[in-house]
Structure formats: structure tokens, C-alpha cells
């Protein structure tokens, strides 16, 4: 059969998107090859327009189109508290519960020597520079509960320790409508570490 070299190349671009592998690229790619000019046309000018059009926030790190993020512009946005999560979907589930109204800041990524990644590499610099030119009174370190997670949360928190700001962790531990003897015990530990007061005691 003909090695049509336009297909292939399609097939290796879309083996590109993560949890895409040569099947899936291959349905997707005939499905474009199926699609009419003028429906492949807008295809490949809604990629040209993602490459050109959106941006990091040169602030929080949160992509936009504008100058500055929708969060970062809000005046009515409390600038006092700070989310560090790792990466721009972690905001989005923030903001879909719709009860912080603070600011947040963007690491790209966490501490990681097996994937070399590195200080250097995550926005740290941008985010002790932030702590040290604002007056935010709290900052909440919201790193996925992994080990490169907890590792990256431990070294932002050590080199904030210089810093007049509250530093805490989110709290991890059992979900809502869990049994005790469905959870394994680094997720019960978390719950005992991060227990809440229900009562004073005598």
C-alpha cells in the first residue's frame, strides 16, 4: 500500500498530545483527512491562533490573551492570600469551586531528579520576587500529595522562612462519602495529621 508521507506526518504530530498513542492518532488523523477543506482550515487556524494569541501572565503565570490574567487585573480580588499549585489546570479546578477569591502563582512543573527537573525550572524566583515586592499575608502551598509534590512544597516553604508571611499546606486526606477501610494509610495519615477542632477540651 502506498505510504502516503502527509497522513504519516499527521499520525506523528498527534502522537505528540499527551495519553495519545499510534491508534488513536491514526483514527484522529483519518477523521481530519475526512473532514471538509473549510472545516480543516478553521482547525488549523484555531492551532496557529493558541500558539500566537495566548500567553503566560508575566504576574501568576496563568495563560490570557490580555496583558495581565482576568485574576491578576480584578481589583476586587483579595491580594493578601496566594495559591502555589504546579500546573494551570490545578487553577481552573480552584476556581470551578468558586470560594477562594484570592491570587495564585504558577511553578510549571515541581521538583523532579528523576525527570531532571530543577530549581531553575519551575517559576520560584518569580515567586519569591512577588512575595517580596507585595503584602500577602498568607500563602497556600496546593501541590499535588505526591512525592515530588510534597518535596517542592517543602522547599518553597523552607525559602519562605526568611519572609514575615503564614505559610500553609493543603489539607489531604479522606473524601467525602469514604469508608475507613477503603483508604490506604498514607491517606488516613493525612487525615489524622490535618484533623479539625470540634470541641474544646475541659
Known amino acids: ?21 499510534q491508534k488513536s492518532a491514526e483514527r484522529m488523523a483519518f477523521a481530519i483527512l475526512e473532514m471538509n477543506e473549510e472545516d480543516v482550515k478553521e482547525f488549523s487556524l484555531s492551532l496557529s491562533d493558541v500558539k500566537a494569541k ?17 485574576i491578576c487585573s480584578d481589583p476586587d480580588r483579595n491580594h493578601e492570600t496566594m495559591i502555589v499549585v504546579s500546573y494551570q489546570k490545578d487553577v481552573y479546578a480552584f476556581e470551578k469551586m468558586g470560594r477562594y477569591k484570592g491570587q495564585y502563582h504558577i511553578l510549571n512543573g515541581v521538583l523532579s ?4 527537573v530543577g530549581i531553575s525550572d519551575l517559576s520560584i524566583d518569580a515567586l519569591i520576587k ?12 496546593a501541590t499535588n500529595p505526591t512525592i515530588e509534590g510534597e ?4 522547599f518553597i516553604s523552607k525559602m519562605l522562612a526568611r519572609f514575615p508571611v503564614k505559610v500553609t ?12 477501610d477503603y483508604a490506604d494509610s498514607l491517606t ?15
Open 130 to 141: 512577588r512575595i517580596e515586592d507585595d503584602h500577602f499575608t498568607e500563602i497556600i502551598l
Open 54 to 70: 495566548i500567553h503566560r501572565c508575566p504576574v501568576c503565570g496563568i495563560y490570557t490573551e490580555d496583558d495581565l490574567c482576568e
Open 188 to 202: 488516613l495519615g493525612k487525615a489524622l495529621e490535618g484533623r479539625t477542632k470540634m470541641k474544646e477540651g475541659e
Open 151 to 154: 518535596t517542592t512544597a517543602l
Open 113 to 116: 531528579a528523576v525527570n531532571g
Open 169 to 180: 499546606r493543603l489539607a489531604y486526606g479522606l473524601p467525602m462519602g469514604g469508608h475507613l
Open 1 to 21: 500500500m502506498e505510504d502516503l508521507k502527509a497522513l504519516t506526518r499527521l499520525i506523528d504530530s498527534l502522537k505528540k498530545l499527551p495519553s495519545v498513542g
